[in-house]
């Protein structure tokens, strides 16, 4: 896609269509911040010319993708907006009549060579360890010859006229650059055989209709843009600010790659991650802000962002630590009554979806009981998923405990729990109170150590022989459901 922002100021995002992945929703973030920064707008557009590379579902993927990440753009193909529409295929018309245009000026032409021919050409190149490139042959057809090949309907492309003396450009991050791309190139396609447009047209022609002011995208696109400039020069237009940003890479300093099929964002989304964990470690590993420490919400990386910190070293991603990073930003969630209430809901859902039928006393689908949990759990989980995995199942269904369990962990285990339905009567259910009844109830046992007295009451409560502490599960359950169990299990 192209992101680009508006008067002011238009970044573009431009995306090829395909799912969107951590390096393509890195470039929408950077756009996103600078167009928020900046109060410009941040424009989504959909590069999908190259027919043979569409994925069916790819486009409604990305828009999705960017708003389950709190970055939609302000103008796209499903939001619409003043200069659409913002799918190229459905531009054909506007590429078309700008080739015409360069054509007519001389600056463009027909070229007639077929596939085979720049087959040969290509292996002529590569067998005597050249690089491959057009010979332009069709630059010099006169005008006669063009109408009779014309005349036989005869396949061409139209190709667009490099030409020698490129002007330096100054890039935001990289700073003064030119490439003198006659020298090494031949003459690019500009339209396909199949009326499409290449990227290379279809975005100078985007991005002068759509007041782009700002294109911010990635450093493999650096080598073409001098390519470009001559084609803002050709046409007679203000060309664009460009800011190539840094690659993407593993922590090993190898590519990310698209077939590892993990770097795509709805692996992340169908992990449990949050999104601004994944926000938070994309630029956390790179450069563009004051300072990078982990927890960041997106209105603080919009504040600390400065477009020219961003440096041209590669950033390297270390997706070991990601889980640390959900896990500092649920904590914050869970910390915002706003955001805590939207948890719950979602909470609400992976309970009913998990243990449904199971569920005796609908009371652990309310909101101050769930808001309890999340409150006392927070700091030791890392997805919100967690809560519903067997580990925790006691929070919502009640366990099937036997007394022949008990008797196996300790033979007093009828005095113990008589004691604990005594104390939950009159203890404030806080842990400091909890803790200190828990540890009298010592003297007042025979033989069961203060170690083997909580292993039996956990057992009582949760079924299980870990967990969070005996305090804590009480105070998660709640007085009524800690009588209701240890009574269940003395009347068994």
Same mark, same amino acid.
């Given at each position: ?6 008067p002011?100021l ?5 995306l090829f269509?395909? /799912? $969107?992945?951590l390096?393509? #929703?890195r470039t929408a973030?950077y756009?996103?911040? /600078?167009?928020?920064?900046?109060r410009?707008?941040f424009?989504l557009r959909l590069?999908?010319?190259d027919?043979s ?5 790819a486009a409604?993927?990305?828009e ?9 753009? +302000?103008e796209s193909?499903?939001r ?6 913002y799918q190229?295929?459905?531009?054909l ?11 007519s000026r001389?600056?463009a032409y027909?070229c007639?060579c077929?596939?085979?021919?720049l ?12 690089t491959p490139?057009?010979?332009?042959? *069709?630059?010099?057809?006169? @005008?006669d010859?063009v109408?009779e090949k014309?005349?036989?309907?005869q ?12 002007e330096? /450009?100054?890039?935001v ?5 030119r490439?003198?791309v ?5 003459d ?5 055989a199949?009326g499409?447009?290449t990227?290379?047209l ?6 002068h209709?759509?007041h782009?002011s700002h294109?911010?995208?990635g450093?493999e ?6 390519k470009?400039l ?7 237009w203000?060309?664009?600010t /460009?800011?190539?940003l840094?690659?993407l890479?593993?922590k090993?300093?190898?590519?990310l ?8 964002i709805?692996?992340f ?7 601004e964990s994944?926000?938070d !470690?994309i630029t956390? *590993?790179g450069s563009g802000f ?7 919400? #997106?209105?603080?990386l919009?504040s600390?962002?400065?477009? %020219?910190?961003?440096?041209t070293? @590669?950033?390297?991603? +270390?997706?070991?630590?990601l ?5 500092i930003h649920l $904590?914050q969630?869970i910390?915002?009554?706003?955001? *805590?209430r ?7 859902g ?6 449904g039928p199971?569920?005796?006393?609908k009371?652990v689908?309310h ?5 309890r949990?999340?409150?006392l759990r927070?700091?030791h !989980? ?17 366990p099937?405990?036997?007394q022949?369990?008990l008797?196996?962990? @300790?033979?007093e ?6 004691? =604990? ?5 009159t203890v404030?259910f %806080?842990?400091?109170?909890l ?20 292993? #039996?009451?956990r057992?009582? #409560?949760?079924?299980q ?7 804590e ?11 209701h169990?240890?009574?269940? =299990?003395?009347?068994?």
């Open positions: 896609h192209d992101m680009g922002i508006m002011g238009v970044p573009h995002l431009f269509v395909g /799912f $969107l992945h390096g393509g #929703l973030l756009n996103y911040i /600078f167009a928020k920064k900046h410009g707008s424009v590069e999908d010319t027919q590379r569409l994925v069916p579902g409604q993927s990305i999705d993708m960017l708003e389950w990440a709190g970055i939609p753009p +302000d193909p499903r619409g907006g003043a200069y659409g529409p190229q295929s459905q531009r018309e506007l590429y078309r009549e700008a080739a015409q245009t360069l054509v001389g600056m027909r007639f077929s596939p085979q021919r087959e040969l050409l290509k292996k002529e190149a590569l067998r005597s360890r050249q490139r057009y010979d332009n042959r *069709c630059r010099h057809l006169r @005008s010859q109408e014309l005349g036989r309907s396949p061409h492309v139209i190709r667009f006229r490099l030409e020698e003396g490129v330096p /450009f100054e890039d991050v990289f700073g003064w650059n490439h003198e006659a020298a090494v190139e031949g690019p396609v500009i339209i396909k199949d499409f447009p990227y290379h279809a975005n100078v022609v985007d991005d209709h759509m782009i294109v911010l995208r450093t696109w650096l080598i073409s843009t001098s470009h001559l084609m803002y020069k050709a046409f007679g203000q060309p664009p /460009f800011a190539h840094p690659l890479l593993n090993d300093g190898s590519k790659s698209k077939r590892q099929g993990d770097i795509f709805e692996h989304v169908a992990g449990g991650y949050l999104p994944l926000l !470690i956390n *590993c004051t300072n990078n420490r982990p927890g960041r919400t #997106l209105d603080e919009i600390e962002f400065d477009v %020219t910190k961003i440096t070293h @590669s950033a390297l991603l +270390d997706l070991d630590k889980p640390d990073f959900n896990r $904590l969630r910390g915002d009554d706003g955001k *805590c939207s948890l719950v809901r979602d909470l609400q992976h309970i009913e979806q998990v243990y199971q569920i005796e006393d009371d689908l909101q101050e009981y769930i808001e949990i999340l409150q927070k700091g !989980i890392t997805y919100l998923q967690e809560l519903v995995s067997p580990a925790y199942s006691y929070l919502w269904v009640r099937t405990v036997s022949g369990q008797q196996q962990v @300790s033979a285990f009828n005095t113990i729990l008589a004691l =604990v339905l005594e104390l939950i009567q404030d %806080t842990p400091q109170a803790n200190l009844e828990l540890k009298g109830l010592q003297q007042k046992t025979k033989s069961t150590k203060y170690s083997a007295t909580m292993k #039996l009451l057992l009582a #409560l949760s079924g022989q870990q967990g969070p502490s005996v305090a599960m009480m105070i998660s359950l709640g007085p009524k459901e800690v009588y169990r240890l009574q269940r =299990v003395l009347n068994c």
